[in-house]
């Protein structure tokens, strides 16, 4: 039963006075207010301008009431690390929600009623108790990330695999008792990354190789019926594992039973067409002007003796574990706007790829600054020393803490929960012991992910070349797809700056304010658009390689204007 109890409830309280459209709720002293009322105070329902809503760390929390379904503008319900048991069916009426967070709590089953989100782009159930997901999830269209790992799932629903799930790029199943992954997998064309490591699976369907966007998989942990292909997917790469699934398995899926010979016909037609298709827009594509073609050159390792490298060490496993990086040199920034252009780029990309932080954070750097190898590692806030962009030195704990009252001020001056600039970042620390850090050779802080760069690596416009990084606490693929975001965009934006011959600034000149007309037409510098990419590679402390970008499978993007030139 809920109490009403408004005195001790004074951040609902001024989350109705301020009008906030956001509202966090976690911790030990929101869950012993939850523990003496009983529950939420029912006024948190009458807060209907909130677009976020995150109520976490609360062992006492166990139920949310129907009035949630008031709450008609959340995009965001974040109700994580809670004891709940159920979720109301109330939240199917919340229409233009985007994200929702029901991770480690105790919930069973999930109401038919999600089904209803149409909106809904990232579920996450994972570290529960559910048996089966819900059918009619095929209506939610615009679903990109699933994660229902560590529950007591046996199977997918039907539907799950629905051609209308064609934006269903990421699914996280680890830790279930999946028995069976059906061909129909092929129809999530969107599909990247999967994860079905320690399962009940006993075969990987081959039809699986039909996803050509697929990047990442886990199947470890699984008792295959084709031992080879067990030992592949406990010790291969995933490229090489479609390539078993392609060719039919040792055998050609011996154990399987074989198509029939009119399901394999229609199967051959319809690759038939599929190619058909694909030598008609390589036909259009080849007609695309050669002037409006943007080149990005990649060189290996092995080209440059001076090559960048970077050294993990074990202590990022538990703060931010995932980390590539490249270089990139061609890039004109002192033309016009375009270094306004690039950042603007950057902090789009940051909110929509990278999830406002929470799934990626990049990166950018002058390298001519930077003096490598580099070290990735977690400290202690105390003895983390950074300059941040635009301050003075200082530790990581007096930075976050100065932030922390800037962010309040920030609250009492917009009359609102929620903030701009770093500040909006700061929730993703919490929890954290360590901090992760980015070091050069001198030991220097270059990048404090997910909050801030080093001002002393800083882009200008004299910058020449770049050094980049994207960090991730969740995925590598995560990580590379935001890389290859990045590089498209820089591509766009260089060749955007070629073709407009903008006025060559200085760093101490002013910015032109139309950041699409050049004032003064002039000779540009560079020659060519043309972007050059030097590969990083990424190594534990051992010396064992983790990972290189852009590796044969990164870039992999379907564009008829860029071209990749390994």
């Known amino acids: 039963m809920e109490v009403n109890s408004e005195s001790q409830w ?29 529950g939420l105070n029912p006024r948190i329902y009458s807060l209907t301008l909130l677009n976020y809503l995150e109520i976490s760390q609360c062992p006492s929390l166990r139920e ?16 994580c690390r809670n004891k709940l048991s159920q979720i109301p069916i109330a939240v199917g009426q919340l229409k233009a929600l985007k994200v929702l ?37 095929s209506k939610c269209v615009k679903l990109s990330t699933i994660n229902v790992s560590k529950n007591e799932i046996s199977r997918f629903p039907d539907d799950l695999y629905s051609e209308d799930l064609d934006l269903l790029s990421t699914i996280v199943a680890s830790e279930n008792c999946i028995e069976e992954l059906s061909g129909e997998i092929h129809n999530l064309v969107a599909l990247k990354n999967l994860d079905l490591s320690n399962n ?24 295959l019926k084709d031992k080879r292909l067990e030992k592949m997917v406990n010790g291969c790469q995933t490229k090489s594992i479609l390539d078993y699934l392609r060719a039919g398995g040792r055998g050609k899926g011996k154990g399987k039973k074989q198509d029939s010979g009119e399901k394999e016909e229609g199967r051959e037609k319809d690759r038939k067409k599929k190619n058909d298709k694909r030598q008609k827009n390589k036909k259009e594509d080849e007609g695309v002007d050669d002037l409006n073609r943007m080149v990005v050159r990649v060189l290996h390792i092995s080209e440059s003796p001076t090559a960048v490298m970077v050294k993990v060490t074990a202590a990022v496993k538990d703060v931010r574990p995932y980390i590539v990086c490249c270089t990139v040199k061609g890039m004109n920034l002192k033309a016009g706007n375009s270094l306004k252009r690039f950042l603007t780029a950057q902090i789009k990309l940051h909110d929509e790829i990278c999830e406002k932080r929470t799934a990626a954070t990049i990166a950018t750097h002058d390298l001519s600054l930077i003096k490598g190898p580099l070290l990735y590692d977690a400290r202690p806030p105390k003895t983390l020393q950074i300059v941040p962009l635009g301050r003075k030195e200082t530790k990581a704990s007096d930075l976050v803490r100065q932030l922390q009252l800037e962010a309040e001020e920030q609250r009492k001056q917009k009359k609102r929960q929620n903030v701009s600039g770093l500040h909006k970042y700061l929730h993703l620390l919490d929890g954290k012991e360590n901090f992760p850090c980015l070091v050069d050779a001198e030991d220097h802080i270059i990048s404090f992910p997910p909050i801030t760069n080093s001002d002393k690596t800083k882009m200008r416009k004299s910058t020449s070349e770049l050094f980049v990084e994207v960090t991730s606490p969740t995925s590598l693929q995560i990580c590379k797809d935001a890389m290859d975001a990045l590089i498209v965009k820089m591509a766009e934006l260089n060749k955007f700056t070629f073709d407009h011959k903008e006025e060559t600034l200085s760093d101490g000149e002013t910015e032109p304010t139309n950041c699409e007309r050049a004032s003064e037409p002039t000779a540009n510098e560079n020659a060519s658009p043309e972007l050059i990419m030097q590969q990083v590679r990424i190594e534990d402390a051992d010396g064992n390689l983790k990972v290189v970008y852009p590796s044969k499978t990164d870039l992999d993007v379907d564009m008829s204007n860029l071209t990749v030139v390994r």
């Open 10 to 38: 004074e951040e609902i309280e001024k989350a109705g006075r301020e009008k906030r459209r956001e509202l966090v709720l976690q911790g030990v002293n929101i869950d012993q207010k939850i523990q003496e009322s009983g």
């Open 64 to 79: 949310i009431h129907q009035g949630i379904e008031r709450l008609v503008h959340l995009q965001s319900l974040i109700l």
């Open 101 to 137: 967070d029901v991770s480690v709590n105790e919930l069973q089953a999930l109401p038919d009623e999600v089904s209803q989100l149409c909106e809904l782009n990232t579920l996450n159930v994972s570290c529960n108790k559910i048996a089966a997901l819900p059918g009619g999830l």
């Open 200 to 223: 009940k699976l006993t075969d990987i369907p081959p039809e699986l190789a039909e996803c050509s966007k697929l990047k990442e998989i886990n199947f470890k942990g699984n008792k």
